[in-house]
């Protein structure tokens, strides 16, 4: 098995190696993504520059080192390894009442809260890995499918700005070239329906698992955060049977 050396595993360097160079492509493939979905993350990527640091300065975020917490350090460190990232955007507040939320401190960025020390190792692992990629595809608030809603949401509310109003919401994107995309994008994108958003949205949030599942191959992760259980295996379309798919054409073929 190669999972991070989770537990009593640790994977050989050929396994690093094959991890690290797991192609998105064929996440967001296996997702069901169409160039509609790419565009709407494309989209939610660039929104997420707009969004100014919801961080208090009274609050006590700090970034997970192992001075503030050396189990979660150690998971971080590795999954930085895995995902070929200098440096996760992992931070933690001791204030924080759920394992896990995302939230924009300038950029999109993932929090843990005292509790995620009492989890398993594999657990948080795949919560970070599964969070990292919906922080990069522009959520900054909640967990989970909550933070998926969130986005979709966001993005129902930009698409009904009026042209004034859109145009002084590009004013505060971040740099002059991620305007003009974005401009481009809301104009190419129109209204879509809502029916494509929740669709965007879904699959948004099955290749975040399958994101994760690349990188911690545990079913029993995956049946975890879509609330599934291993009979969902025989359930075409569920987020467990998707995952075995993917190990299949990924490590098999």
Known sequence: RATLGIGKTRPAENEWHHLSLMREDLVLAQAGFTALDEKLRRFCRLLATAIPSSSDPARRVKPVTSTVSRHLSAIVEKLSLALREETLPVFFDPDLEVVIALESLSIPAIILGPTAEKVSRKR?????????????????????????????????????????????????????????????????????????????GERLFLASLLSAFTIIPDPMQVCASADESPAHLEVPDSAVANAYSLAVATFFE
Request: glycine residues 8%.
């Open 124 to 200: 948080v692992a795949f919560l970070i890995a599964s969070h990292h990629f919906l922080a990069a595809s522009g959520a900054t608030e909640g967990s989970g499918r909550n933070a998926v809603a969130a986005l979709v949401e966001r993005i129902e509310g930009i698409m009904r700005l009026s042209a004034k109003e859109r145009s002084a919401f590009l004013q505060t994107i971040r740099r002059k070239k991620n305007q003009e995309e974005l401009g481009a994008l809301m104009e190419e994108l129109g209204a879509p329906a809502a029916s494509l958003l929740k669709t965007f």
